[in-house]
């Protein structure tokens, strides 16, 4: 490399880093970014988008099997999985390429090798062709997170499988136990299970997707249990006994152990920051339970060091990544600018059905002070949702009784991580019930039921 010097260094391509990497460019600075991988991270190349492939296929496949509901006939229904599965990496791939292409458009500089820092503003880089060192006065650190493996309950890719495993799996399971009922877990349960897996999801929490509000939670317990899961809150997986095409789980639950055999268990029980081989204790940059300590704006403690995204803690979602890599590139570049608040981030769920949240949820608001009014709308009540044949959900709004705001919202069912972005739009502008009951939503749409659980917490609801 003809010079070695940057404005800003980022290590790691994934949704923060490369975003991060672009914005910088964008703003004049010279950018090199560092990938040992695949560029786009975990998010496009393992998580996010491969999984929302997959989702894809297993809602036709679900659809196909409700043609008659619809006037329609569909004979023979099947599934080739190794296709579905091919869909998925293609769909990867793409991206991937796609990413590479916007850093070459902004002029910067992509070197693939492992990076570790060298004291101030040095990084080591290992490359094929061996180490390289590159200089620049900001570091950010974009390293992501992997899979969480609990002692005795280690992937090995044949019986129990990470993400990544279940990505690309060697075979169908025909009865399967998924360890964890957060967004990782539950998605796969809800693939598996869609393709005609007996499946049984263990959450060690007292309700399945714990960061959800309960109500939602409840409602989406009931749902997946009419698909036929079996679903066990308040338990835990003690030990996992592997013999030939079977392990026999030791789950605890009331007190008791029982004996539960399954040819397939996939484990999600959480993630782990990328912060090993990379400098960051010598650098002295603090560490706390594998993810690096940050304040709101993304500054490690260390001059010239920031972590974003997945290795920075949670939330540890793609969008929250990129919004912090924006945010310290324009810091970098020496504009003003806001902090990512994390109750303002929108989680997704892309089970069937969907889970989608914004902001506080109604047990949270009263833990913190708030005197609260809550409004509900039921799918039931709306009539796209009815037209689509998608009648289960519920649009739950939860708003401070003195001022207005709007303090969270929650839903599940259909589309809703589609509807959610009305919301967050909403809380970001500081919007109070007033605002959004004056708000004409168009008809016929599934976002008419956020106008009317809004209506509801005011006693105000029209088709309810």
Request: net charge negative.
């Given at each position: 490399m003809a010079d070695s010097t940057f404005d800003m260094i980022v290590i790691g391509a994934g949704p923060g880093g490369y975003v991060a990497a672009i914005r910088g460019a964008q703003l004049g600075l010279k950018v090199a970014i560092v990938e040992r991988e695949h560029m786009g991270g975990i998010c496009l190349n393992w998580g996010c988008i491969p999984t929302k492939a997959l989702l894809r296929s297993a809602e036709v496949f679900h659809l196909m099997h409700r043609a008659k509901e619809f006037g329609l006939s569909a004979d023979k229904i099947g599934y080739d999985l190794d296709a579905v599965v091919k869909r998925s990496r293609a769909v990867s791939k793409q991206l991937n390429g796609g990413v590479g292409h916007l850093l070459k458009k902004n002029k910067v500089t992509a070197i693939m090798g492992e990076a570790k820092l060298a004291g101030p503003g040095k990084v080591v880089v290992t490359t094929e062709k061996?180490?390289?060192?590159?200089?620049?006065?900001?570091?950010?650190?974009?390293?992501?997170?992997?899979a969480r493996e609990l002692p005795g309950l280690e992937a090995d890719g044949d019986l129990v499988w990470t993400y990544r495993h279940a990505l690309m799996p060697p075979r169908m399971p025909k009865k399967l136990l998924v360890i964890g009922?957060?967004?990782?877990?539950?998605?796969?349960?809800?693939?598996?299970?869609?393709?005609?897996?007996?499946?049984?999801?263990v959450e060690v929490m007292e309700r399945?997707?714990?960061?959800?509000?309960?109500?939602?939670?409840?409602?989406?317990?009931?749902?997946?249990?009419?698909?036929?899961?079996?679903?066990?809150?308040?338990?835990?997986?003690?030990?996992?006994?592997?013999?030939?095409?079977?392990?026999?789980?030791?789950i605890e639950a009331g007190g008791k152990v029982e004996k539960h055999d399954f040819d397939t268990?996939?484990?999600?029980?959480?993630?782990?920051?990328?912060?090993?081989?990379?400098?960051?204790?010598?650098?002295?940059?603090?560490?706390?339970?594998?993810?690096?300590?940050?304040?709101?704006?993304?500054?490690?403690?260390?001059?010239?060091?920031?972590?974003?995204g997945d290795i920075a803690?949670?939330?540890?979602?793609?969008h929250k990544a990129s919004h912090e890599g924006v945010m310290v590139a324009e810091m970098i570049a020496g504009q003003k600018v806001h902090p990512v608040r994390p109750e303002a981030i929108a989680g997704c769920t892309y089970c069937h059905p969907q889970v989608a949240s914004v902001g506080y949820s109604e047990a949270k608001a009263k833990e913190l002070g708030y005197e609260?009014?809550?409004?509900?709308?039921?799918?039931i009540g709306n009539g796209k949702a009815i037209a689509l044949g998608e009648p289960e959900g519920m649009v739950k709004t939860v708003f401070d009784a003195k001022t207005g705001e709007l303090l969270?919202?929650?839903?599940?069912?259909?589309?809703?991580?589609?509807?959610?972005?009305?919301?967050?739009?909403?809380?970001?502008?500081?919007?109070?019930?007033?605002?959004?009951?004056?708000?004409v939503f168009p008809h016929p749409t599934l976002s008419e039921m956020m106008h009317e659980s809004v209506l509801d917490a005011y006693g105000r609801a029209i088709h309810f």
């Open positions: 061996g180490d390289e060192t590159l200089s620049g006065k900001n570091v950010v650190l974009a390293t992501g997170a992997r009922s957060g967004a990782i877990g539950i998605e796969f349960a809800s693939f598996y299970n869609t393709l005609g897996a007996e499946t049984t999801v399945i997707l714990p960061v959800e509000d309960a109500e939602i939670s409840a409602f989406a317990r009931k749902q997946f249990e009419k698909q036929g899961m079996t679903i066990m809150e308040k338990a835990m997986v003690k030990q996992l006994d592997r013999s030939k095409g079977k392990v026999t789980a030791h268990v996939i484990s999600a029980v959480g993630i782990v920051g990328n912060v090993e081989n990379l400098g960051l204790e010598e650098a002295g940059v603090k560490i706390d339970r594998t993810h690096v300590v940050v304040d709101e704006y993304c500054r490690t403690g260390v001059e010239g060091v920031f972590a974003i803690g949670a939330p540890w979602l793609a609260v009014k809550v409004g509900r709308f039921p799918f969270g919202a929650h839903m599940v069912g259909a589309e809703v991580t589609e509807m959610i972005q009305g919301y967050v739009v909403g809380r970001t502008l500081e919007t109070t019930e007033e605002e959004l009951m004056h708000t």
